[in-house]
């Protein structure tokens, strides 16, 4: 156990030594002002809810999404500012000057409006926001180089999109690794739970791996000629809080402040609570558990599953070392969402601890636990919980069994797709000794001034002479299937804009042609591909999807620092019916504005650009 932790749990209170505004800026959240959450937000109804008769178990949310003609605006202003989560003081990227960003909320069937003012100075760089699946509106997907160029520093760029799906998820930067260096916030959708009975909805539980270093050196560190492990995280975060041991911090280190203070929730007694964790890091994998209860899942991602009850939630990614070697063992997603129900079923005065922590053997991490308070209503607000940690199997770094989890709203994948792509991934040094990923041996990277999306809107379509781009074009197929083989031992979280798709199998060796869990074929927007059990053993993922969702979508490993080593690919669909969308002229303008802004300024573009 870390020096920061046992000094915790030996402590007789929990009073912080910095205010909020010093670890979060104007962020409430992790303290006992951060709201609670409604079941769906005002406007009209039908039947009684927004969504009017639409059902989690009955209506199929990809072609049956509500239409309320209401629109949630929110404007969010990127820029760089000095805070200190852990405690140690450091340049991060802020948004609307908080850490984490300002959750995200709307109804089933809204329309956002979202402005982004890009205010990053010191040194100035480009931004972008993406999230959702964007259905009719791929040109608000947010991947510079892709559907966009980056928001010129000083520019904006507001992105409009309908809330197609409900759930919890959040929104981040793609603009090389930005959201490592804080670009991030959650999103809530309100949608139906029939069935499924709670009282107050706690809302986002955002769990970070988070490191000292800004972003930008941290990417120096991933693309160059050395081969070795990641950088290790420093610290691991709930809600942007958790205390640091400041005795570690070198001479002439960062400044670091004790006890900074770690997050604190209300429970009450004999209530159910909606706690909606997302795992919003670069790189760890976490182990989510509260102790004393246990949890019952009810959604993961944005798609409602039948309930099941446990004592811990894994989230993340898995990292490794056996020998020197990276590895990365079976682990869930970067970016995965789940929602759990918990039963306050202790008395009033109680306090326990929430416990997200990253296994070492599965990931790089420096201190890997982080922890939280929760108080019952007459609990001793200040005084420190000592519950006792939740028993589990630690043993092993992965997803749970694809047989496990089955979708509220199962409709099979078709038995045979329109058209297959095989992917092999390797690892590498290209031309110049870097050490890079590639797919199909291609590594790829962006051209921020030449969105693919924008060319094929323009009508090209093919790029003969820009191999980087990884483009892959399926025409007019009606369905794709995915045969992805990991050649090298490290695990990769795959993760597909625009798209969930039917996760088919996953395993090492050969596909042997089974769909798993048929006909409750698992749906996700990342799944992880395994790491190849030896030279001849791959590891395998099959993933098929409908192309009915016109454009160009990014398909990448989810880990920060693998896809700026180039572990990305584009997958054109329906390039025919590209060619009769309208693009938004601000995205043209956008366009324009980074233009000019490249063609005065140095854009110090080190790694793939995403």
């Known amino acids: 156990m870390g020096s920061t932790v046992a000094a915790i749990l030996q402590s007789i209170s929990l009073v912080t030594n910095l205010q909020q505004t010093a670890t979060n800026g104007l962020s409430d959240l992790g303290t006992f002002k951060a709201p609670t959450f409604p079941d769906f937000l005002s406007g009209p109804l039908q039947n009684g809810f927004p969504w009017g008769p639409r059902t989690a178990a009955r209506t199929n949310p990809y072609e ?47 329309t956002f409006s979202v402005i982004v003012n890009n205010q990053i100075t010191g040194p100035k ?102 081969r070795g492990p990641p950088p290790f995280s420093d610290n691991n975060l709930i809600n942007g809080k958790m205390d640091y041991d400041c005795k ?166 078709l038995p045979n ?49 820009s191999p980087q781009w990884a483009v892959n074009n399926f025409g007019s197929n009606s369905s794709v299937r995915l045969i992805i083989r990991n050649h090298f031992p490290a695990n990769h979280p795959m993760h597909l804009h625009g798209h969930n798709f039917f996760v088919l199998a996953e395993g090492q060796g050969e596909w042997d042609g089974k769909i798993t869990n048929y006909p409750f074929t698992t749906r996700r927007d990342v799944q992880i591909v395994q790491g190849s059990k030896d030279a001849n053993t791959p590891g395998y993922l099959v993933l098929q999807y409908d192309t009915d969702n016109p454009g160009v979508w990014p398909f990448h490993c989810h880990i920060a620092w693998h896809v700026s080593a180039g572990l990305y690919v584009n997958l054109m669909e329906q390039p025919e019916l590209i060619k009769r969308k309208s693009v938004p002229q601000t995205i043209v303008q956008t366009c324009r504005d980074w233009s000019e802004h490249s063609g005065r300024e140095v854009v110090e573009q080190i790694d793939s650009g995403l």
Not at 74 to 90: E, H
């Open 64 to 110: 049956n999404s509500p239409n309320t003609g209401v629109v949630r605006s929110y404007d969010l202003t990127i820029s760089r500012g000095y805070i200190a989560p852990d405690g140690v003081n450091k340049s991060v990227i802020l948004i609307n000057n908080q850490f984490p960003g300002p959750t995200l909320e709307a109804n089933w069937g809204d």
């Open 125 to 226: 760089e480009g931004t972008a926001l993406h999230c959702l699946l964007q259905r009719d509106s791929p040109w608000y997907d947010g991947v510079p180089s892709v559907q966009q160029c980056p928001i010129a520093p000083g520019k904006s760029l507001r992105y409009t999109f309908k809330a197609d799906l409900f759930g919890t998820s959040w929104y981040h930067s793609h603009y090389s690794a930005q959201y490592a260096g804080g670009a991030f916030g959650a999103m809530i959708i309100h949608g139906p739970h029939e069935n499924i009975f709670y009282d107050v909805d706690v809302g986002p539980v955002l769990l970070t791996d988070w490191y000292h270093k800004e972003y930008f050196e941290l990417v120096k560190q991933v693309v160059s000629t050395k």
């Open 248 to 413: 570690s911090i070198p001479a002439g280190g960062p400044t670091c402040t004790p006890n900074a203070g770690i997050s604190k929730f209300n429970f009450t007694s004999g209530k159910t609570h909606r706690l909606r964790l997302i795992n919003a890091g670069a790189e760890g994998l976490q182990r989510f558990s509260i102790d004393n209860h246990t949890m019952k899942v009810i959604a993961q991602d944005y798609v409602p599953v039948r309930p099941f009850d446990t004592k811990v939630v894994t989230l993340g990614v898995s990292f490794s070392l056996l020998m020197g070697t990276l590895l990365h063992p079976s682990g869930n997603k970067i970016g995965q969402r789940t929602d759990v129900l918990v039963k306050a079923n202790l008395p009033s005065d109680s306090a326990v601890f929430m416990r997200s922590n990253i296994p070492k053997k599965c990931s790089a991490a420096t201190q890997p636990l982080a922890l939280a308070a929760i108080y019952y209503k007459k609990a001793n607000r200040t005084k420190t919980p000592k519950s006792t940690p939740q028993t589990y199997d630690d043993s092993k770094c992965g997803n749970d069994d694809l047989t496990i989890t089955k979708p509220l709203f199962p409709f099979p994948a």
């Open 417 to 465: 797709a329109a058209t297959t792509l095989n992917l092999n991934i390797t690892f590498g040094p290209n031309a110049t000794g870097f050490n890079l990923w590639h797919v199909n041996n291609v590594s790829f990277r962006a051209n921020f001034n030449a969105p693919v999306f924008l060319l094929a809107a323009a009508g090209n379509t093919s790029y003969p002479f």
